[in-house]
């Protein structure tokens, strides 16, 4: 696989360039059981560096993608190969495009009835040769997993998009891995509220300058608070520039 694979401050981040995401995505689905896309943001890097079962989620990760700019910085600064950052959803959308030219086939999981079939609707529309063999609701009652779980594992889709309600997120398909025969998962809460056109997409332009965070932080003024665990994360890259090789 054409994917180089560094270690930022205790946790693995991964280098794929855009020309090798076909190639990339084919040999994840040549390899048996679940697989794991990770789109990895700086707060997830922190939370990584924690003994459990999250750190034990990432560490088994088939594809770890950066998506903060932080990330790459702190690459850079500790010298080491820089990252590509990627869109979450731009690059969701290289890979649907994928497995659309290879006829694959995908699961939707997540968000509630009305937003999952218009988001059905457009992916059909836009990716004929992808097969959608499957999606549930989210926010879905505890009784109903054991039935989603083995639908998964009978139509052993090519990939499975889990989106938001879904409660245990990223998390979700890792804790179920041995229920599974084959499928790549992959967790982006927004997914499916942008493909059915409820959540507006992040402008590519503000996405390059790395302002996302702004934009958040006016939706949801409580996050400014995620700024304190971004000190946190300078105040490391300089120790383990100091004092780690």
């Known amino acids: 696989m054409a994917v180089r694979r560094i270690n930022l401050i205790g946790v693995p981040v991964d280098i794929v360039k855009q020309e090798d995401l076909e190639m ?27 003994k459990g079962e999250f750190q034990e989620f990432i560490k088994s990760a088939d594809l770890i993608i950066p998506v903060s700019k932080s990330i790459l910085t702190g690459a850079k600064f500790l010298k080491k190969e820089v ?12 890979i649907l495009s994928v497995l659309d030219s290879h006829f694959k086939s995908l699961y939707l999981l997540g968000s509630r009835g009305q937003t999952l079939h218009v988001a059905e ?26 039935d989603i ?7 052993a889709p090519s990939m499975v998009i889990v989106s938001e309600g879904i409660k245990e997120n990223a998390l979700w398909a890792y804790k179920r891995r041995n229920k599974f025969s084959s499928s790549i998962f992959c967790y982006y809460k927004d997914s499916l509220g942008i493909f059915s056109k409820r959540i507006k997409r992040v402008d590519e332009e503000v996405f390059n300058k790395a302002h996302e965070i702004w934009h958040e932080i006016v939706k949801n003024p409580l996050k400014i608070f995620l700024l304190l665990p971004y000190l946190k994360y300078i105040m490391i890259l300089v120790f383990y520039r100091l004092f780690r090789r």
């Open 149 to 155: 779980v083995l639908n998964i594992y009978k139509t």
């Open 24 to 50: 990339t995505v084919l040999e994840l689905l040549a390899k048996p059981g679940a697989k794991y896309i990770v789109f990895l943001t700086v707060w997830d890097l922190l939370r990584a560096r924690h």
């Open 83 to 94: 990252p590509v950052r990627y869109n979450p959803f731009t690059q969701t959308i290289n």
């Open 121 to 146: 609707r457009n992916l059909r529309a836009t990716f004929p040769h992808l097969k959608i063999v499957g999606r549930h609701v989210g926010y879905y009652p505890k009784n109903k997993e054991d």
